[in-house]
């Protein structure tokens, strides 16, 4: 599973355009919200077991209950929740370049997502790495200074700031035909067909199944796991296309419980498969020409098409008005992702040799990861210039 699953920067503030549009969407604030603090839960799952790249494990994959119960909640958050943050940013991105224009556009993404990438992979990251290091007994400051003096960059959940840079970059020149077109607004286009989501469906998982022969699940390049990038592609895109019909407000229901039913008979079959055919070097579903490679990589948009449209809906509905705290936490989720990866560790670490079912412990610490990481989100954001970043 991809280390880092927001994710993603998710402040409003951070997504392209939050700032531009004319009109709050308190639903979407309130899912990029509660996705940031999944993400948190997501990282809290793989410490205590279940299967995943992260910077500390205190349980590793073993084949007991809670290990594979914590390895399925993973692999259902990896198969939609990043994808929801790409179809989210490529939403706002048409109205962010309308706004700024091409160049502030650029320095724009520069800054809110080249600034904190930079961060991370100088700092937060090294720091994490140290601090995890604590529990194999390694001193904290010589494994620290000793990653600054190989000049390690370390990405980790920030690999999606990485990512959203690349695609907003090369969504410029779609970005400029698109602006120069005399085509009339096409706010009255009619919601994608079922069986559009359904070919759509299909081709991504034809995509992954391809691109996971070269990269399989596991393997990355300066932190981007190219065997999950179909699904990326795919939303940036979707999201993009659906800014001027504002599709993501427009989604019928029927659509959404629809695919919500197909999520909820495809979700069993991932673990069924592994039972059929159990893991190992000829049956791996991280990649190559296996059985249980295909039903991955098509399970995953079966299941992500289904809890995302439902999502959105549901938010859409719910939300449409923020309290107070809501609203901090829309405003926070930004630096909560990128502060996590050491508050998580730190407290995994805290009570590491205390005695306690994994489960326990994934819910504790998941609970006071988020709590511990509202609070300092809160702290940094009073510093001086510092929310033209975050």
């Known amino acids: 599973m991809q280390m880092g699953v927001g994710a993603q920067p998710v402040d409003v503030r951070s997504q392209p355009a939050a700032e531009a549009r004319p009109d709050r969407n308190s639903g979407l604030d309130a899912l990029r919200a509660v996705m940031t603090l999944l993400v948190l839960f997501h ?33 259902t958050n990896q198969a939609y929740f990043m994808g929801l943050f790409f179809l989210l940013a490529g939403y706002f991105t048409p109205a962010a370049f309308r706004t700024k224009g091409s160049w502030a556009y650029l320095r724009d993404r520069l800054l809110r ?14 720091l994490t790495v140290a601090l995890a290091g604590l529990a194999s007994g390694h001193a904290f400051w010589p494994t620290l200074l000793a990653l600054w003096q ?59 199944f391809v691109l996971r022969l070269w990269w399989p699940v596991g393997t990355s390049w300066h932190g981007l796991q190219f065997g999950y990038f179909a699904s990326y592609v795919v939303l940036f895109a979707a999201g993009c296309l659906a800014a001027r019909p504002r599709w993501l407000k427009r989604i019928p229901r029927r659509t959404a419980r629809i695919w919500f039913g197909i999520a909820l008979v495809s979700l069993p079959l991932l673990p069924l498969s592994a039972g059929v055919w159990p893991p190992g070097p000829t049956n791996s579903s991280d990649g190559g020409w296996t059985v249980p490679a295909a039903i991955y990589a098509f399970w995953e948009p079966l299941v992500a098409w289904g809890l995302i449209l439902l999502l959105l809906v549901v938010f859409q509905r719910r939300y449409q008005h923020l309290v107070p705290r809501w ?6 989720a930004y630096t909560i992702y990128i502060i996590h990866p050491p508050v998580l560790v730190g407290l995994a670490l805290a009570w590491r040799n205390m005695t306690a079912p994994p489960l326990l412990k994934f819910a504790v610490t998941g609970i006071a990861t988020c709590v511990a990481c509202f609070l300092l989100a809160g702290l940094i954001l009073r ?7 975050l």
Do not use: C, D
Not at 113 to 126: D, K, Q, R, S
Not at 383 to 389: A, G, L, S, V, Y
């Open 113 to 126: 997502l080249g600034v904190p990438l930079l961060l991370f992979g100088l700092v937060i990251g090294p």
């Open 327 to 332: 609203q901090q936490l829309a405003a926070r």
């Open 43 to 75: 990282h809290t799952a793989i410490t205590y077991g279940a299967s995943g790249g992260w910077f500390y494990h205190e349980v590793t994959p073993n084949g007991s209950l809670s290990s594979h119960l914590l390895t399925m909640f993973v692999a």
């Open 383 to 389: 510093i001086p210039r510092i929310q033209k970043i």
């Open 150 to 208: 190989r000049g390690r960059f370390i990405e980790g959940p920030l690999w999606f700031a990485e990512a959203l840079l690349i695609f907003g970059v090369a969504a410029v020149p779609w970005l400029l035909l698109s602006q120069r077109s005399t085509a009339p607004q096409a706010t009255a286009a009619r919601f994608p067909s079922n069986t559009t989501l359904a070919i759509l469906a299909v081709l991504t998982g034809a995509a992954a």
